[in-house]
């Protein structure tokens, strides 16, 4: 398989840095936010938005952008409020579905989902010869002839009816999640009909002109201008329009677009660095949801399930990370209010690794030291994308926090004991009492008595004693059943 250079990494967490998120601190005992906070919905997930982008291969910002854009032609089409809160929170989370096909996409390539993901979005691929040429430049990019050949042929025998089974799942469990956090059917039919085509050759459903709604067709059009606007710029981001106007796109969108080919203002505003922190302006103003604690508890696990879909191997991953330790919480006595904020640190501790490629996430075989690299900066991710949601201090630097150690040997920032708070100690035992028993791709799961023996060894250098006892008990107590791999 093909493994990202440590170059692209690099380049990926420089996009999240340009999203100006404050540096983690070295301790992290914050406390939970205080429930007086009128938090926006449109702040939490314009955050998480840019872990969908790097799920998709794109610049983090890339749905922000992605909603600036279609915002800009919803008001010039006149849609009332309520249609255009809908097509809001489309744009900004219409990837909620990419981690479902990832693991398939890196398995029948033969290398990393986020650049196979990011050039798909590039290529014209109802076109055949643009589709060859696609998948050409695509497969196993380091492996020789006959292993390319093997892919092709794979790719080949999937044929259209693969991609369309992948594009259906994908917009599929998008407008699931959609509906999980309590957004309106609207929002969750614009996801679903993300990738449909104006001259019907689209997926899933091959809907054709305006049975498409006008929000999904605003959205398909916004998303592929701005890849091609980041990419390589207005003007071909313009060209590509005009050339798919009528077969991908509907013929007034792309006139609309057009007129503000010459409107700098706006194009810069697309790229100002402070573009991130402009978009709950574009929110109607009477349609502004504000989040609640039930809210938060959905879209915490919502994110949590795009996580684990990334690959078979973490199937309930997040979901018994946070079972358990909401169980280690329980026995070491903390309240309800601390129980809640716990319980939402845990099911997006992993946030991050939708940054890292599934050709390493996947790899049967012992990671190179590159890789170990790639994975260890996972939690670094998982901060900066929290962390710029007011309020969510406790929440970021405990999830990001489940790879520290007591002895200062642990990542991604090395913190010692003495700054390990009790909830990032219990998050800690949780993750890894999850990762040795779950099935791996190296080998099957593993029995309690082995796994706590493994963790014994840990007590007092790596692992707190009073979060190892809880867990234990809770085990004992509750009983566990250790994940197991689902097929890609």
């Known amino acids: 398989m093909s493994i990202p250079p440590t170059q692209t990494w690099h380049a990926m967490h420089d996009d999240l840095n340009l999203l100006e998120s404050p540096q983690p601190s070295q301790r992290c005992d914050a406390s939970p936010a205080n429930h007086a906070i009128d938090l926006r919905l449109s702040e939490v997930v314009s955050a998480l938005s840019c872990a969908l982008d790097l799920t998709e291969g794109q610049p983090a910002g890339h749905a922000v952008r992605t909603c600036l854009l279609g915002m800009r032609l919803a008001r010039m089409l006149g849609l009332d409020d309520t249609t255009r809160s809908a097509l809001y929170y489309a744009l ?130 916004c998303q592929t201008v701005e890849v091609f606007l980041s990419t390589y710029g207005l003007t071909a981001a313009l060209d590509m329009a005009r050339k798919r106007c009528g077969r991908w796109f509907d013929p007034m969108l792309v006139d609309l677009l057009v007129k503000l080919e010459h409107d700098d203002a706006f194009w810069q505003s697309m790229t100002d660095k402070h573009f991130h922190a402009e978009i709950g302006k574009h ?77 390493i996430l996947d790899k049967p075989g012992k990671l190179t030291d590159a890789q170990r690299q790639v ?47 009790k909830p990032v100690r219990a998050l800690v035992v949780a993750d890894i009492f999850e990762a040795i028993s779950a099935q791996r791709p190296y080998r099957d799961t593993m029995p309690m008595d082995k796994v706590f023996a493994i963790m014994d060894d840990m007590v007092g250098t790596g692992i707190c004693p009073e979060a190892f006892a809880a867990l234990r008990y809770h085990v004992d107590t509750m009983g566990y059943t250790p994940s197991r791999m689902t097929p890609a």
């Open 283 to 359: 929110e109607p103003e009477d349609q502004r949801v504000y989040a609640s604690d039930r809210q938060l508890d959905r879209v915490a696990l919502g994110f949590a399930q795009v996580v684990d879909a990334k690959s078979p191997w973490t199937r309930k991953h997040s979901e018994h990370v946070t079972e358990l330790a909401v169980g280690i919480g329980r026995v070491m006595g903390f309240d309800d209010a601390l129980t809640r904020w716990f319980r939402r640190a845990a099911l997006l501790h992993d946030v991050g690794k939708l940054g890292v490629s599934n050709s």
């Open 92 to 221: 900004m989370l219409k990837d909620l579905g990419c981690s479902s096909n990832a693991a398939r996409l890196s398995q029948l390539f033969g290398a990393d989902d986020h650049v196979v993901k990011k050039n798909f979005k590039t290529t014209d691929w109802p076109r055949l010869i643009n589709a060859m040429q696609y998948i050409g430049r695509n497969i196993c990019p380091t492996g020789n002839i006959v292993q390319k050949l093997g892919r092709f042929i794979a790719i080949g025998v999937a044929g259209d009816k693969g991609a369309r089974q992948m594009i259906k799942t994908r917009c599929e469990r998008g407008a699931s999640i959609a509906r999980l956090f309590g957004l309106t059917e609207c929002t969750a039919q614009t996801i679903q009909q993300l990738d449909e085509h104006y001259n019907g050759q689209g997926h899933p459903l091959g809907l054709k002109g305006e049975e498409i709604s006008i929000t999904a067709r605003i959205a398909g059009l």
């Open 375 to 421: 994975v260890m900066q996972h939690p670094r991710y998982t901060f900066q994308i929290l962390s710029r949601v007011r309020g969510f201090e406790f929440l970021a630097q405990t999830a990001a926090s489940h790879h520290e150690r007591l002895d200062g040997k642990g990542y991604h920032l090395g913190l010692e004991a003495k700054h390990l708070s």
